[in-house]
């Protein structure tokens, strides 16, 4: 086994960290006439994501926020959830965090669960018993990690001033394995990684990278970086997304979410889709989601290789966006639009049965839907309900269903 994550369904957020949001297996809900979702939910308190483990097991990772309002430090918590009925198997004592932002978990090939949030490393066995615990470096909260085949953890600091700073951890000993690098610029979104690279976008560009095994450290890719904001008054970008040949993302990332996306972008343009080959950082694209001003996002695009489709949105102004993608000519084509469309999560793809699972948030709350990634047609669709807008992240499940993580609900969502 290369990958360093865990041989499930979904051992990490987006699946892996190449961020290609499609299950292991490839395998679909495979919706067909008559059938329909329903929906298993239960409220939860500021939720960011399930992972999967071995058959049945189901880990979920939430932390605390109030706290947070008045300068003090928060804690978050990871619950093994019942595949089914969502009901708390097992419950990890809370886990110290400090600075407040959704982070991440992950289960490893080695068996055990990594947990990056606030500015703390933990490590967990899978009744979410605490092993160790490893404080990093900045004051700041760390967006999540990444785990590099070689096994190691590398996580980053987040911040839009300044520089972040890049942290690389052993999982087994739970310390560094090298100082921690500075990167040439701030960095909101987060890592995503393929093999031993990792791929940074930060404020104004997308850098890169390589892990170096013979000195335990990572070099910076000085041959590879591209300027995405240029003279442009664009805000930052947000997650990317690598396909193997080209690394894709979008900008405008910044916002002023409360409860929703829609309505909450502060740049007076549009949001832009960008993508930039492996092999060539001067061969890139920047291509406009649609003509209307105060675009905005706060998530990755969906690349679908199967059928060469890429899929961006702008959550401030509801509008979703699928294009062909011709690997030889570069050339991007419309396929489908949806406006009035309240997409702002992370997604799902099932590449089998071509069926992508997104939010669709209207007045009476969160909404679920799967659409078929080639037309756009909506397959089905369950309400989820509660307060907030969806803008973390699902998983695959382990039949016909997937799970939906919002902030405020879990729900398990499944063909009936």
């Keep these: 086994m290369t990958s360093a994550y865990f ?19 490839g395998q679909g809900l495979n919706l067909q006439p008559g059938e329909k979702l329903s929906a298993v939910i239960r409220k939860i308190h500021m939720g960011t994501m399930t992972v999967l483990g071995d058959p049945g097991e189901v880990f979920l990772l939430t932390h ?17 959830v019942d595949a089914l009925s969502l009901k708390t ?7 110290p965090g400090g600075p407040a932002w959704p982070g991440g978990i992950a289960v490893h090939r080695n068996g055990d669960l990594y947990v990056v949030y606030g500015r703390y490393v933990h490590r967990l066995n899978r009744s979410c018993e605490l092993l160790a615990t490893f404080k990093l470096p900045i004051n700041r909260p ?52 393929l093999g031993n690279t990792v791929y940074v976008v930060g404020v104004k560009s997308v850098f890169r990278y390589h892990w170096n095994a013979e000195l335990s450290t990572l070099d910076f890719d000085s041959s590879w970086r591209f300027d995405y904001v240029g003279d442009t008054t664009q805000t930052y970008g947000w997650d990317a ?11 405008n990332g910044k916002h002023s979410y409360m409860v929703k996306m829609i309505g909450n972008g502060v740049r007076q343009t549009p949001n832009n889709l960008i993508r930039v080959s492996m092999t060539d950082a001067n061969d890139a ?68 049965s071509g069926e992508l699972v997104t ?19 909506e397959i089905a669709r369950t309400r989820i309900n509660g307060i907030s807008q969806g803008v973390v ?18 729900a398990r969502v499944f063909v009936a």
């Design 7 to 25: 041989l499930s369904p979904w051992p990490g957020e987006d699946g892996g960290a190449a961020r290609l949001a499609t299950p292991l297996s």
């Design 64 to 80: 605390t926020m109030l706290r947070s309002k008045f300068g003090l430090p928060t804690t978050c918590c990871v619950e093994r």
């Design 89 to 95: 198997i097992h419950r990890s004592p809370r886990l």
């Design 142 to 193: 760390y967006n999540s990690f990444v785990l590099l085949d070689s096994g190691v953890l590398v996580t980053k600091d987040l911040s839009d001033s300044g520089h972040s700073t890049l942290s690389v951890i052993d999982s087994e000993t739970m310390q560094p394995v090298c100082a921690p690098l500075a990167c040439p610029e701030a960095s909101i979104a987060r890592l995503s990684a």
């Design 241 to 251: 997304v690598i396909d193997g040949s080209n690394v894709w993302f979008m900008d």
């Design 285 to 352: 694209q920047i291509i406009a989601i649609n003509d209307i001003k105060g675009g905005s996002i706060t998530n990755p695009p969906l690349i679908d290789l199967k059928r060469n489709i890429v899929v961006a949105y702008d959550s401030a102004n509801r509008t979703m966006q699928a294009w062909r993608f011709d690997a030889t000519s570069r050339a991007l084509t419309k396929l489908w639009t949806k406006q009035e469309f309240g997409c702002a999560s992370h997604m799902i793809l099932y590449p089998n």
């Design 359 to 377: 939010n669709d948030y209207r007045k009476n709350g969160e909404q679920v839907v799967v659409l078929n990634i080639e037309t756009g047609t």
């Design 393 to 410: 992240f699902p998983s695959a499940g382990w039949e016909r269903d997937f799970y939906w993580t919002t902030f405020d609900r879990l």
